[in-house]
T-cell receptor
Framework: KAGVTQTPRYLIKTRGQQVTLSCSPI?????VSWYQQTPGQGLQFLFE???????NKGNFPGRFSGRQFSNSRSEMNVSTLELGDSALYLC?????????????FGPGTRLTVL | AQKITQTQPGMFVQEKEAVTLDCTYD???????LFWYKQPSSGEMIFLIY??????QNATEGRYSLNFQKARKSANLVISASQLGDSAMYFC?????????????FGKGNQVVVIP
């Protein structure tokens, strides 16, 4: 089985711009979660999508949004970028049944905001 | 309040030795799951091991084992026979509840460097 893929792997943007990151989960997985990792705050949960619905949401401003498509692929969008949004953005996919207790992460998208 | 606490400073471990990474957690839920992930310098999070709150036996996956002490709210990771490729950051994480929630709370991580 192919793993979780994230595109792009690296991104450089300037303040005020917006960005869209993409995550393709493992085939058959319907849950996709997004995390932000920074040196100062560590790994923080952004949101989770399951069957095209946002199921859980972390404590991030409304500039951070996401969606999930019928094929379970997910995108997250950050509008009006700030310097503090520079981070590694990781997505994780999770299935049901035997795979439920495992959350597999993608390689991440490293976003730099200048 | 922090849900996952990992307080050990960076560790140097001799190759082929065992290493224990400490993790304590805080939850009022009866149903929860505990995870350990490895993150090498490349950045990818690699799933290592999972322990459910109702699992009576400690989880094991190859060279990884989880020392689960529920009363103490402790879930320490033991890596046996360390290898150079084990050099990485290690994160403990918790999911509260079983169904309808895949939200993980992570600790700050433990840096491990394996030396030959």
């Amino acid at each position: 089985k192919a793993g979780v893929t994230q595109t792009p792997r690296y991104l450089i943007k300037t303040r005020g711009q917006q960005v869209t990151l993409s995550c393709s989960p493992i085939s058959g997985h319907r849950s996709v979660s997004w995390y932000q990792q920074t040196p100062g705050q560590g790994l923080q949960f952004l949101f989770e999508y399951f069957s095209e619905t946002q199921r859980n949401k972390g404590n991030f401003p409304g500039r951070f949004s996401g969606r999930q498509f019928s094929n379970s692929r997910s995108e997250m969008n950050v509008s009006t970028l700030e310097l503090g949004d520079s981070a590694l953005y990781l997505c994780a996919s999770s299935g049901l049944g035997q795979g439920y207790n495992e959350q597999f992460f993608g390689p991440g998208t490293r976003l730099t905001v200048l | 309040a922090q849900k996952i606490t990992q307080t050990q400073p960076g560790m140097f471990v001799q190759e082929k030795e065992a290493v224990t990474l400490d993790c304590t957690y805080d939850t009022s839920d009866q149903s929860y799951g505990l995870f350990w992930y490895k993150q090498p310098s490349s950045g990818e999070m690699i799933f290592l091991i999972y322990q459910g709150s109702y699992d009576e036996q400690n989880a094991t996956e190859g060279r990884y084992s989880l020392n689960f002490q529920k009363a103490r709210k402790s879930a320490n990771l033991v890596i046996s026979a360390s290898q150079l490729g084990d050099s990485a950051m290690y994160f403990c994480a918790m999911r509260e509840g079983f169904y309808g929630n895949n939200r993980l709370a992570f600790g700050k991580g433990n840096q491990v460097v394996v030396i030959p």
